[in-house]
């Protein structure tokens, strides 16, 4: 699901609000998009170098 590719399990454990509009919108906001692909690699332990 989204432009993150996340099977709809993984949007309900590492989606985010990330604009604060009330909307976890994996696809058309670029900014949820990328909270959300941030939280599912920090939650899994993983960084960005």
Known sequence: ?????FMPT?????AV??????KKDIWQNQ???FA???N???KE???MS
């Open 1 to 5: 699901m989204g432009q993150n590719q």
């Open 10 to 14: 993984s949007f309900l454990a590492y």
């Open 17 to 22: 609000d990330g604009d604060g509009d009330g």
């Open 31 to 33: 900014i949820d998009i």
């Open 36 to 38: 959300s692909m941030a």
């Open 40 to 42: 599912y690699l920090k």
């Open 45 to 47: 332990g993983r960084t």
